[in-house]
Protein backbone atom coordinates (compact mmCIF):
# COMPACT_ATOMS: atom_id res chain seq x y z
CA UNK A 1 0.00 0.00 0.00
CA UNK A 2 1.12 3.86 0.05
CA UNK A 3 3.67 4.90 2.09
CA UNK A 4 3.72 8.59 2.94
CA UNK A 5 6.69 10.09 4.76
CA UNK A 6 6.71 13.64 5.96
CA UNK A 7 9.58 15.90 7.22
CA UNK A 8 9.93 17.75 9.56
CA UNK A 9 8.08 16.84 12.21
CA UNK A 10 8.73 20.14 13.97
CA UNK A 11 9.71 23.87 11.84
CA UNK A 12 9.80 26.70 14.06
CA UNK A 13 10.34 30.28 11.87
CA UNK A 14 10.22 34.08 12.67
CA UNK A 15 6.45 35.39 11.85
CA UNK A 16 7.01 36.64 8.26
CA UNK A 17 9.57 34.44 7.55
CA UNK A 18 8.48 31.51 4.75
CA UNK A 19 8.21 27.87 5.83
CA UNK A 20 8.63 24.76 3.61
CA UNK A 21 6.79 21.46 4.66
CA UNK A 22 7.95 18.16 2.26
CA UNK A 23 6.46 15.09 1.59
CA UNK A 24 7.12 11.67 -0.58
CA UNK A 25 5.09 8.90 -1.06
CA UNK A 26 5.63 5.86 -2.50
CA UNK A 27 2.70 4.43 -4.79
CA UNK A 28 3.61 5.92 -8.22
CA UNK A 29 0.08 5.56 -9.25
CA UNK A 30 -1.12 8.40 -6.29
CA UNK A 31 -2.91 10.88 -8.15
CA UNK A 32 -4.49 13.55 -5.35
CA UNK A 33 -2.40 15.07 -2.41
CA UNK A 34 -4.27 17.00 0.24
CA UNK A 35 -2.90 18.87 2.82
CA UNK A 36 -5.00 19.29 5.99
CA UNK A 37 -4.18 22.17 8.79
CA UNK A 38 -5.11 20.68 12.46
CA UNK A 39 -5.23 23.72 15.18
CA UNK A 40 -4.82 22.52 18.92
CA UNK A 41 -7.77 20.25 19.50
CA UNK A 42 -9.81 20.91 16.40
CA UNK A 43 -10.31 18.88 13.28
CA UNK A 44 -8.31 19.00 10.57
CA UNK A 45 -8.93 21.10 7.90
CA UNK A 46 -8.39 20.89 4.02
CA UNK A 47 -6.40 23.99 2.72
CA UNK A 48 -5.07 23.32 -0.40
CA UNK A 49 -4.40 20.07 -2.99
CA UNK A 50 -2.89 19.10 -5.97
CA UNK A 51 -3.59 16.88 -8.69
CA UNK A 52 -1.16 14.71 -10.70
CA UNK A 53 -1.48 16.44 -13.70
CA UNK A 54 -0.34 19.74 -12.13
CA UNK A 55 3.13 20.65 -11.01
CA UNK A 56 2.08 23.74 -8.61
CA UNK A 57 -0.51 25.48 -6.99
CA UNK A 58 -1.02 28.03 -5.04
CA UNK A 59 -3.71 30.14 -2.63
CA UNK A 60 -2.36 33.34 -1.78
CA UNK A 61 -0.05 32.68 1.07
CA UNK A 62 0.06 28.83 0.68
CA UNK A 63 1.51 26.88 -2.28
CA UNK A 64 1.83 23.46 -3.06
CA UNK A 65 4.54 21.75 -5.52
CA UNK A 66 4.84 18.12 -6.92
CA UNK A 67 7.19 16.17 -8.53
CA UNK A 68 5.80 13.04 -9.65
CA UNK A 69 8.95 11.96 -10.78
CA UNK A 70 10.76 12.45 -7.52
CA UNK A 71 7.65 11.29 -6.25
CA UNK A 72 7.76 14.29 -3.71
CA UNK A 73 5.69 17.62 -2.75
CA UNK A 74 6.10 19.89 -0.94
CA UNK A 75 3.91 22.59 0.86
CA UNK A 76 5.19 26.42 0.93
CA UNK A 77 3.69 29.06 3.27
CA UNK A 78 4.80 32.86 2.99
CA UNK A 79 5.04 35.35 4.87
CA UNK A 80 4.28 33.62 7.52
CA UNK A 81 1.55 34.64 10.52
CA UNK A 82 0.82 33.50 14.81
CA UNK A 83 -2.55 31.70 12.77
CA UNK A 84 -0.15 29.71 10.97
CA UNK A 85 1.00 27.56 13.90
CA UNK A 86 -0.42 24.21 13.85
CA UNK A 87 0.16 21.31 12.53
CA UNK A 88 0.02 20.07 9.02
CA UNK A 89 -0.27 16.82 7.49
CA UNK A 90 -0.10 15.78 4.14
CA UNK A 91 -2.14 12.92 2.24
CA UNK A 92 -1.63 11.00 -0.71
CA UNK A 93 -3.99 8.41 -2.11
CA UNK A 94 -4.33 5.73 -5.09
CA UNK A 95 -7.03 5.72 -7.23
CA UNK A 96 -7.65 1.63 -6.71
CA UNK A 97 -5.63 0.63 -3.56
CA UNK A 98 -6.19 -2.24 -2.00
CA UNK A 99 -7.38 0.37 0.85
CA UNK A 100 -9.43 2.84 -0.33
CA UNK A 101 -8.70 6.13 1.36
CA UNK A 102 -6.11 8.95 2.11
CA UNK A 103 -3.16 7.46 3.25
CA UNK A 104 -1.72 10.32 5.78
CA UNK A 105 2.09 11.79 6.68
CA UNK A 106 2.95 12.17 10.43
CA UNK A 107 2.13 15.51 10.57
CA UNK A 108 4.92 18.58 10.80
CA UNK A 109 4.26 20.98 14.36
CA UNK A 110 4.92 24.43 12.79
CA UNK A 111 6.05 27.03 15.20
CA UNK A 112 5.43 31.28 14.37
CA UNK A 113 7.50 32.50 16.40
CA UNK A 114 7.06 36.16 17.09
CA UNK B 1 -19.16 24.17 10.53
CA UNK B 2 -18.15 21.39 8.43
CA UNK B 3 -21.19 19.64 8.16
CA UNK B 4 -20.02 16.21 9.59
CA UNK B 5 -21.91 15.56 12.94
CA UNK B 6 -20.20 13.80 15.72
CA UNK B 7 -21.74 12.98 18.80
CA UNK B 8 -20.73 13.17 22.04
CA UNK B 9 -17.68 16.06 21.62
CA UNK B 10 -17.30 14.64 25.19
CA UNK B 11 -16.65 11.29 26.45
CA UNK B 12 -15.51 9.79 30.15
CA UNK B 13 -15.88 6.33 31.11
CA UNK B 14 -14.10 3.33 32.95
CA UNK B 15 -12.34 0.76 32.11
CA UNK B 16 -13.98 -2.11 30.78
CA UNK B 17 -16.63 -0.25 29.54
CA UNK B 18 -18.20 0.32 26.17
CA UNK B 19 -18.99 3.23 24.09
CA UNK B 20 -20.74 4.38 20.73
CA UNK B 21 -19.48 7.18 18.69
CA UNK B 22 -21.90 8.48 16.25
CA UNK B 23 -21.69 10.04 13.20
CA UNK B 24 -23.58 11.78 10.71
CA UNK B 25 -21.58 12.81 7.07
CA UNK B 26 -21.91 15.64 5.00
CA UNK B 27 -25.43 15.38 3.04
CA UNK B 28 -24.43 13.96 0.06
CA UNK B 29 -21.02 12.06 1.18
CA UNK B 30 -21.77 8.41 0.94
CA UNK B 31 -18.31 7.83 2.39
CA UNK B 32 -17.17 7.56 6.12
CA UNK B 33 -14.09 7.13 7.94
CA UNK B 34 -12.67 6.70 11.05
CA UNK B 35 -9.66 8.08 12.59
CA UNK B 36 -7.91 7.80 15.78
CA UNK B 37 -5.75 10.46 17.12
CA UNK B 38 -3.59 10.42 20.05
CA UNK B 39 -1.97 12.71 22.05
CA UNK B 40 1.09 14.27 19.83
CA UNK B 41 0.06 11.23 17.60
CA UNK B 42 -0.80 10.95 13.69
CA UNK B 43 -4.03 10.43 12.64
CA UNK B 44 -4.69 6.61 12.44
CA UNK B 45 -7.02 5.36 10.03
CA UNK B 46 -9.40 2.85 11.27
CA UNK B 47 -11.69 1.62 8.71
CA UNK B 48 -14.10 3.24 6.11
CA UNK B 49 -17.63 2.83 5.15
CA UNK B 50 -19.27 3.67 1.64
CA UNK B 51 -22.93 3.82 0.78
CA UNK B 52 -23.38 1.13 3.45
CA UNK B 53 -20.80 -1.49 3.22
CA UNK B 54 -17.03 -1.53 4.40
CA UNK B 55 -14.76 -0.73 2.43
CA UNK B 56 -11.52 -0.62 3.87
CA UNK B 57 -9.97 -1.56 7.76
CA UNK B 58 -7.07 -0.05 8.60
CA UNK B 59 -5.63 -0.65 12.33
CA UNK B 60 -8.91 -1.61 14.23
CA UNK B 61 -8.38 -3.35 17.15
CA UNK B 62 -11.09 -5.84 17.20
CA UNK B 63 -12.62 -4.70 20.45
CA UNK B 64 -13.96 -1.59 17.93
CA UNK B 65 -16.07 -2.04 15.39
CA UNK B 66 -18.16 -0.27 12.98
CA UNK B 67 -21.23 0.18 10.82
CA UNK B 68 -23.01 2.35 8.41
CA UNK B 69 -26.59 2.92 8.22
CA UNK B 70 -29.10 3.20 5.17
CA UNK B 71 -29.61 6.82 6.42
CA UNK B 72 -25.49 6.93 6.16
CA UNK B 73 -24.94 7.83 9.75
CA UNK B 74 -22.10 5.74 11.60
CA UNK B 75 -21.33 4.35 14.83
CA UNK B 76 -18.44 3.22 16.10
CA UNK B 77 -18.01 0.96 18.95
CA UNK B 78 -15.35 0.37 21.56
CA UNK B 79 -16.11 -2.12 24.10
CA UNK B 80 -13.37 -3.68 26.81
CA UNK B 81 -12.26 -0.43 27.19
CA UNK B 82 -8.36 0.61 27.91
CA UNK B 83 -6.63 3.40 29.11
CA UNK B 84 -4.53 3.45 25.64
CA UNK B 85 -7.91 4.16 24.09
CA UNK B 86 -7.92 7.32 25.25
CA UNK B 87 -7.47 9.60 21.90
CA UNK B 88 -9.29 12.14 20.02
CA UNK B 89 -11.94 10.15 17.56
CA UNK B 90 -12.64 11.82 13.97
CA UNK B 91 -14.67 10.79 11.74
CA UNK B 92 -14.69 12.00 7.96
CA UNK B 93 -16.68 12.36 5.03
CA UNK B 94 -16.43 12.38 1.09
CA UNK B 95 -18.75 11.75 -1.52
CA UNK B 96 -16.54 9.51 -3.77
CA UNK B 97 -15.58 5.66 -2.66
CA UNK B 98 -11.94 6.88 -2.96
CA UNK B 99 -11.93 10.47 -1.08
CA UNK B 100 -9.74 12.00 -4.14
CA UNK B 101 -12.49 14.43 -3.84
CA UNK B 102 -10.92 15.43 -0.42
CA UNK B 103 -12.31 14.46 2.92
CA UNK B 104 -14.46 16.80 5.73
CA UNK B 105 -13.84 15.91 9.00
CA UNK B 106 -16.24 16.43 11.80
CA UNK B 107 -15.37 17.80 15.25
CA UNK B 108 -14.18 14.69 16.49
CA UNK B 109 -15.16 12.86 19.72
CA UNK B 110 -12.71 13.33 22.80
CA UNK B 111 -12.75 9.99 24.44
CA UNK B 112 -10.70 10.10 28.14
CA UNK B 113 -10.75 6.38 29.57
CA UNK B 114 -10.34 6.28 33.49
Known amino acids: GENVEQHPSTLSVQEGDSAVIKCTYS??????FPWYKQELGKRPQLIIDIRSNVGEKKDQRIAVTLNKTAKHFSLHITETQPEDSAVYFCAAITPGGGADGLTFGKGTHLIIQP | DSGVTQTPKHLITATGQRVTLRCSPRSGDLSVYWYQQSLDQGLQFLIQYYNGEERAKGNILERFSAQQFPDLHSELNLSSLELGDSALYFC?????????????FGSGTRLTVV
Open chain 1, 27 to 32: DSASNY
Open chain 2, 92 to 104: ASSVRRTGSDGYT
